[in-house]
T-cell receptor, first 113, second 116 residues
Framework: GENVEQHPSTLSVQEGDSAVIKCTYS??????FPWYKQELGKRPQLIID?????GEKKDQRIAVTLNKTAKHFSLHITETQPEDSAVYFC????????????FGGGTRLMVKP | DVKVTQSSRYLVKRTGEKVFLECVQD?????MFWYRQDPGLGLRLIYF???????EKGDIPEGYSVSREKKERFSLILESASTNQTSMYLC???????????????FGPGTRLTVT
């Protein structure tokens, strides 16, 4: 089955700096890659996703890049703010509708004011 | 606004007890999921259901069973709880055929289960 590795497990940045979280996946058939954010004590919520026919997607301060050849994808957050502090999870799915997700282990991002 | 609710936020059970975790969603979603969340391991899929009375095993189904008698309700059952099932359990729901290219899974608040 699919295996998703996520690095780093913790990341501390100064407010205003950029943060990058990287994930690798094992199944070349995976074609849908969402990112979820989980604030402390709250439920995970989708923040951005990308399909394998797209190399990059941006939404304001967040962007995701995908390298199908290398089987890795990354989340980029620019101009970080304290409210970006959370645990971020990447995931991959071989299901076209993104139903069956395999999640990475999570990255705890801390943005210091 | 999608609402996924879980029957308990915190639960303490003894080893060997039968445990029921209930999840209800109000968005008429076909898909429902049960995950467990452990530090460093992310979210691991236990079971998935895409329709009433249908179920599919996820990555870690051992020691668990599920029931989906109604579209809005998905139950996770621990037949004989063990200490290694102490964890946070998250339920989620989504559309079977998404309207957009993505397909967000909407999560419940979680149930923190402690088995002593």
């Amino acid at each position: 089955g699919e295996n998703v590795e996520q690095h780093p497990s913790t990341l501390s940045v100064q407010e205003g700096d950029s943060a990058v979280i990287k994930c690798t996946y094992s199944d070349s058939a995976s074609n849908y890659f969402p990112w979820y954010k989980q604030e402390l004590g709250k439920r995970p919520q989708l923040i951005i996703d990308i399909r394998s026919n797209v190399g990059e997607k941006k939404d304001q301060r967040i962007a995701v890049t995908l390298n199908k050849t290398a089987k890795h994808f990354s989340l980029h957050i620019t101009e970080t703010q304290p409210e970006d502090s959370a645990v971020y999870f990447c995931a991959a799915s071989i299901d076209n509708a993104g139903n069956m997700l395999t999640f990475g282990g999570g990255t705890r991002l801390m943005v210091k004011p | 606004d999608v609402k996924v609710t879980q029957s308990s936020r915190y639960l303490v059970k003894r080893t060997g007890e039968k445990v029921f975790l209930e999840c209800v969603q109000d968005m008429d979603h076909e898909n429902m999921f049960w995950y467990r969340q452990d530090p460093g391991l992310g979210l691991r899929l236990i079971y998935f259901s895409y329709d009433v009375k249908m179920k599919e095993k996820g990555d870690i189904p051992e020691g668990y069973s599920v029931s989906r008698e109604k579209k809005e309700r998905f139950s996770l059952i621990l037949e004989s709880a063990s200490t290694n099932q102490t964890s946070m359990y998250l339920c989620a729901s989504s559309l079977l055929i998404p309207a957009e290219p993505g397909n967000e899974q909407y999560f419940g608040p979680g149930t923190r289960l402690t088995v002593t």
